[in-house]
């Protein structure tokens, strides 16, 4: 057993833009998208799909009841002539012919049943299938709703830096004037100010599009103001990477979904199998009909019964190039599962590694910011004795700026990494 065990402290906490009762957290958002979302709906229409197919199917097992009506104008009429005895009319030329027919398979050595199996597992595959569009969809709705948070944060940390900056340009200026700064101190102040617009202007385009995609995710429009909370919290977390692979080898969707194609071809070469098969039916008309002596032109009551039997004899090889097809596709399955379960224990490696350097980063991030912290607590100290030019405190202030923003973006990255263990696994929002 290969074992790994982080422990997490809880290093930070994010507010989305409203943290009152009103806001939506990450978990009412994946369920809100679970339920509205029309590619949910769209899985469950394939599911009623294939289950209406399994009753179709089945239907061949019922009575096949049908009602005709027939005319038939003839002529000649077969009519002879007796001397002495008249003119002979043995048939109408209207005929007429009403009956209720029914039809009944006893026996077809077992394709219906093979075709209900098929069709059942058809059935199987759309389930499956649901639970993967929502694995997608909640990965999705999670990665969106943190980037929203990441990027509010994110110009929280760039409006700070403008208002400092623009402070530090009225104090430079005061300077200037006092005759213990120049203006290419101001100017420089002023460049910075500039870039950090810039840097606002392009982080704040990137959080409206993330908000039209968590928009769209959940049907809100444009006109419903959009409030969220959440938080970059860490917990403490053991990886157990053979455990990991065994879980997700048994609840991951992409593996049950090649193991019902496994078996769905099977079931298709058991299905070809049975092409040539026999059939013996019963059938069964009653109705009403002329042409009955004495009086052929009045309608009578008539039945019949009987057996149908079907033998087919030569079909020109259709039904074993049928098996064949079947079983390549058997085999075409069975090395899709192979591949599938490779790829789920690579999946989990990779997203355990991926949890392991986030966290690395986090904490890399960390002493870099509190480093970044004390640089400008001792460059202001100093600029205010003159120990250190203006470049000096402004190079320290962008670089706790850029520490700030990266050691959130490193948060962000962890706890997206643990998500992502948790689709690696099969176990997000998968129920």
Same mark, same amino acid.
């Given at each position: 057993m290969n074992r790994m065990k982080i422990f997490l402290p809880v290093v930070f906490l994010l507010s989305g833009v409203a943290a009152g009762q009103d806001s939506m957290t990450v978990e009412q958002a994946v369920q809100r998208v679970l339920q509205t979302h029309p590619a949910i709906e769209q899985a469950l229409a394939s599911t009623r799909a294939a289950e209406a197919r399994v009753s179709q199917t089945s239907s061949v097992r019922l009575p096949e009841i049908t009602t005709?009506?027939?005319?038939?104008?003839?002529g000649p009429i077969p009519e002879f002539n007796l001397p002495v005895l008249g003119n002979f009319v043995l048939a109408p030329a209207d005929n007429y012919?009403?009956?209720?027919?029914?039809?009944?398979?006893?026996?077809?050595?077992?394709?219906?049943?093979?075709?209900?199996?098929?069709?059942?597992?058809?059935?199987?595959?759309?389930?499956?299938?649901?639970?993967l569009t929502k694995t997608n969809l909640a990965l999705q709705t999670i990665?969106?709703?943190?980037?929203i948070i990441l990027l509010q944060k994110s110009l929280q940390?760039?409006?700070?830096q403008i208002e400092a900056l623009t402070q530090h340009i009225s104090i430079t200026q005061k300077?200037?004037?006092?005759?213990?700064?120049?203006?290419?101190?101001?100017?420089?102040?002023?460049?910075?100010?500039?870039?950090?617009?810039?840097?606002?202007?392009?982080?704040?385009?990137?959080?409206?599009?993330?908000e039209s995609v968590f928009r769209q995710l959940l049907n809100l429009s444009t006109n419903i103001p959009l409030m969220i909370r959440g938080s970059f919290q860490q917990a403490a977390l053991s990886l157990d990477m053979d455990s990991?692979?065994?879980?997700?080898?048994?609840?991951?969707?992409?593996?049950?979904l090649a193991h019902d194609a496994e078996e769905s071809a099977k079931l298709q070469k058991n299905a070809s199998s049975r092409g040539n098969m026999p059939s013996l039916k019963l059938i069964a008309a009653y109705g009403f009909k002329?042409? !009955?002596?004495?009086? $052929?032109?009045?309608?009578?009551?008539?039945?019949?019964? *009987? &057996?149908?039997?079907?033998?087919?004899?030569?079909?020109?090889?259709?039904?074993?190039?049928?098996?064949?097809e079947a079983q390549a596709a058997i085999e075409s399955e069975q090395a899709h599962t192979q591949d599938a379960e490779r790829q789920i224990r690579s999946d989990v490696e990779q997203s355990v590694a991926d949890v392991q350097a986030s966290w690395s980063k986090v904490q890399i991030s960390d002493v870099q910011l509190q480093q970044a912290l004390d640089a400008v607590t001792i460059a202001r100290t100093r600029y205010e004795t003159g120990s250190v030019t203006n470049l000096d405190l402004l190079d320290a202030e962008t670089a706790e700026s850029s520490a700030r923003?990266?050691?959130?973006?490193?948060? !962000?990255?962890?706890? $997206?990494?643990?998500?992502?263990?948790?689709?690696?696994? *099969? &176990?997000?929002?998968s129920n």
């Open positions: 005709e009506a027939d005319y038939i104008h003839i012919d009403a009956h209720v027919a029914g039809k009944y398979t006893v026996f077809d050595f077992g394709k219906t049943s093979a075709a209900v199996d098929l069709s059942q597992s058809k059935v199987q595959t759309s389930r499956d299938a649901i639970e990665r969106t709703f943190y980037s940390v760039q409006d700070e300077r200037v004037t006092a005759g213990s700064a120049t203006n290419f101190d101001v100017l420089t102040t002023q460049v910075r100010v500039a870039s950090s617009q810039n840097q606002r202007v392009e982080i704040q385009n990137s959080l409206q599009k993330q990991l692979q065994q879980i997700a080898l048994h609840q991951r969707a992409e593996l049950k002329n042409g !009955y002596e004495p009086n $052929i032109y009045l309608m009578r009551g008539n039945w019949m019964w *009987g &057996a149908q039997a079907q033998i087919p004899l030569f079909d020109g090889g259709r039904v074993s190039h049928q098996e064949e923003l990266m050691s959130l973006q490193a948060l !962000y990255r962890f706890v $997206i990494s643990k998500y992502e263990l948790d689709r690696a696994v *099969g &176990a997000l929002f």
